[in-house]
């Protein structure tokens, strides 16, 4: 098994650019997330989906939009990319939404808006 | 989810047990304890979770105390590679949604 595998790897963007990040889990997870990581910080959440057909907004939300597009991959796009969005991006799944479930995390896409 | 407050860092020497202590003062019945931990640039990685009882996996010990206000995770054998940012988490068992990542404690595994 991959676990959960994030696409690119890299990215540098210019302001107002735009692009999508994709993300992908093998593990028949019903819960998918994404994280951002700016230096010396923790882990923020963007927004999630706790199952197949929903979405919902993190502590982050503001300039991303998602897509749950089958219950393995659950992308992120930044419409208009702005410097502030400079940072990692962490896809995560997990089995079900509730507290008890331990959550998986992809290698990270480092994205660098000039 | 309660508040916790961890050691910025701390240092140990290769094979011996590395002991990382969390507060979790206002922690209630309800609430799991989560260990994860941040190897340099890699995503977090899932370590061992408890609720009330010790718990052991192949990577770590965690120990609760009695009246669930602290934890203390132990990796027995402390090796180069688990040089790494720490994170303890309280969570409820019922919540949806995110883990609250604090700072963490930066724990350095020295030769």
């Known amino acids: 098994n991959a676990g959960v595998t994030q696409t690119p790897k890299f990215q540098v963007l210019k302001t107002g650019q735009s692009m999508t990040l994709q993300c992908a889990q093998d593990?028949?997870?019903?819960?998918m997330y994404w994280y951002r990581q700016d230096p010396g910080m923790g882990l923020r959440l963007i927004y999630y989906?706790?199952?197949?057909?929903?979405?919902d907004k993190g502590e982050v939300p503001n300039g991303y939009n998602v897509s749950r597009l089958n219950k393995r991959e659950f992308s992120l796009r930044l419409e208009s990319a702005a410097p502030s969005q400079t940072s990692v991006y962490f896809c995560a799944s997990s089995e079900g939404a509730g507290g008890i479930y331990e959550q998986y995390f992809g290698p990270g896409t480092r994205l660098t808006v000039t | 989810d309660a508040k916790t407050t961890q050691p910025p860092s701390m240092d140990c020497a290769e094979g011996r047990a590395a002991n990382l202590p969390c507060n979790h003062s206002?922690?209630?019945?309800?609430?799991?304890v989560y260990w994860y931990r941040q190897i340099h640039s890699q995503g977090p990685q899932y370590i061992i979770h408890g609720l009330k009882n010790n718990e052991t996996n192949e990577m770590a010990s965690l120990i609760i105390t009695e009246d669930r206000k602290s934890s203390t995770l132990i990796l027995p054998h402390a090796t180069l590679r688990d040089t790494a940012v720490y994170y303890c988490i309280v969570r409820v068992v019922g919540s949806q949604g995110n883990l609250i990542f604090g700072k963490g404690t930066k724990l350095s595994v020295k030769p």
């Open positions: 206002t922690i209630s019945g309800n609430e799991y």
């Open positions: 989906s706790a199952s197949e057909g929903t979405t």
């Open positions: 593990m028949n997870h019903n819960s």
